[in-house]
């Protein structure tokens, strides 16, 4: 049974920080690319940042550029999205995905999903 388990989610003040994992099990996920979206209520979900099985590569939506980092631990079939900077907008469920194609921003490439953390971020 494939299964991604996201952590790290919480109430934060504007302009502090919080760190999201998200450990994959369940099969082999060698080169598979990772990413991170989100979804605010009211809104459709959207993509957040992705990195390559290598690291090699990596990519985020205009509104976090400076502010993210997407990193990963292969040892550990792990990911991770360190948030800084964090801001009242930044408020949704975020969730953590696997591909077995390069990073991409289109949520339909992505075949396996995490049952989603809550970020809330108060002004």
């Known amino acids: 049974q494939v299964q991604l388990v996201e952590s790290g989610g919480g109430l934060v003040q504007a302009g502090g920080s919080l760190r999201l994992s998200c450990a994959a099990s369940?099969?082999?996920?060698?080169?598979?690319?990772r990413g991170w979206f989100r979804q605010a209520p009211g809104k459709e979900r959207e993509f957040v940042a992705a990195i390559s099985w290598s690291g090699g590569s990596t990519f985020y939506v205009d509104s976090v550029k400076g502010r993210f980092a997407i990193s990963r631990d292969n040892d550990k079939n792990t990911v991770y999205l360190q948030m800084n900077s964090l801001k009242p907008e930044d408020t949704a469920v975020y969730y953590c995905?696997?591909?077995?194609?390069?990073?991409?921003?289109?949520?339909?490439?992505?075949?396996?999903w995490g049952q989603g953390t809550q970020v809330t971020v108060s002004s």
């Open positions: 995905a696997a591909a077995p194609y390069g990073v991409s921003p289109n949520a339909g490439t992505y075949l396996y």
């Open positions: 369940g099969r082999s996920f060698s080169g598979y690319s």
